[in-house]
C-alpha cells in the first residue's frame, strides 16, 4: 500500500490543509506558545473535517451536474473558499462568538494573560509604570510603541517618556527622549489612562 500515491495524498492535503489554515491564523491572531506540528496533525483534520460539515451544501452544489465542466471559473473560487478563504475566517468567528456576551460566561478566553489582553487592542494609553525600587515612569504608549506578548517575557517600549509629579500628573515630555524599554524583573505594576 503506497501511502504517497496521488489519490492518498490529494485527499490527506483535503482534510489536512483547511485546518491548518484555520490554525496558523488562530495563532497570529491568538499569543501563546508554538504548537508542535507533529501534535497538531488530529487537530488540524478535526477542523477541515468541521469546516467541510459547515460548507457541505456548497461542496454538494459544486459536484452536481457536470459544475465543474459548465462553470469552470466558480468551481474553482468555491474551491479556494472551501479549502483557504473560509478556514482563514474561522478564527474571526470564533473570537467574535467567544467576546460575546451570552457565550462569554460558559467560554474559557483565550488570551491567557491580562498583559496580552490589554496591549493586544493596540489602544493608545498614558502610562505610569511602578518599578520594583519604587521609581516610577510615566510614558505614552502609542502606535509606535510595543508590548511583548506570551510566551516572551512582559516587556514594554513607551515610544514617549514623561516626568511625573508627586501625584503622578503628567508634566512635560522628556527632552530628547526616544521612548524607554522597561524590563519584565524590573515592573511591579503598571498604570493605564485615558
Known amino acids: 500500500m ?5 489519490d492518498k495524498l490529494v485527499l490527506f492535503l483535503i482534510f489536512f ?9 488562530y495563532d497570529l491572531m491568538i499569543p501563546g506558545s508554538p504548537r508542535e ?13 468541521l469546516n467541510f460539515a459547515v460548507l457541505f451544501w456548497l461542496i454538494a452544489l459544486i459536484q452536481t451536474n457536470d459544475f465543474y465542466h459548465r462553470h469552470f471559473v466558480l468551481y474553482a473560487l468555491a474551491v479556494v473558499a472551501i ?3 473560509v478556514p482563514a475566517c474561522w478564527p474571526f468567528v470564533y473570537l467574535k462568538l467567544a467576546s460575546w456576551g451570552p457565550i462569554t460566561r460558559h467560554l474559557t ?15 493608545p494609553y ?26 516572551a517575557n512582559e516587556q514594554i517600549y513607551l515610544e514617549e ?8 500628573r503628567f508634566l512635560k515630555g522628556v527632552e530628547g527622549s526616544r ?4 524590563m519584565q524583573d524590573e515592573i511591579r505594576a503598571v498604570e493605564l489612562f485615558e
Open 2 to 6: 503506497d501511502i504517497w500515491s496521488t
Open 17 to 25: 490543509v483547511p485546518g491548518f489554515i484555520s490554525m496558523k491564523v
Open 37 to 49: 506540528a507533529s501534535k497538531s496533525l488530529l487537530d488540524a483534520v478535526s477542523y477541515s473535517t
Open 83 to 85: 479549502m483557504v478563504v
Open 109 to 123: 478566553n483565550p488570551i491567557q494573560k491580562p498583559w496580552d489582553y490589554v496591549f493586544g487592542k493596540r489602544i
Open 126 to 151: 498614558w502610562i505610569i509604570v511602578h518599578l520594583k525600587n519604587g521609581v516610577r515612569i510615566g510614558g505614552r504608549f502609542g502606535a509606535k510603541s510595543y508590548a511583548s506578548s506570551n510566551p
Open 161 to 168: 517618556v514623561w516626568t511625573l509629579d508627586q501625584e503622578g
Open 179 to 182: 521612548g524607554i524599554i522597561v
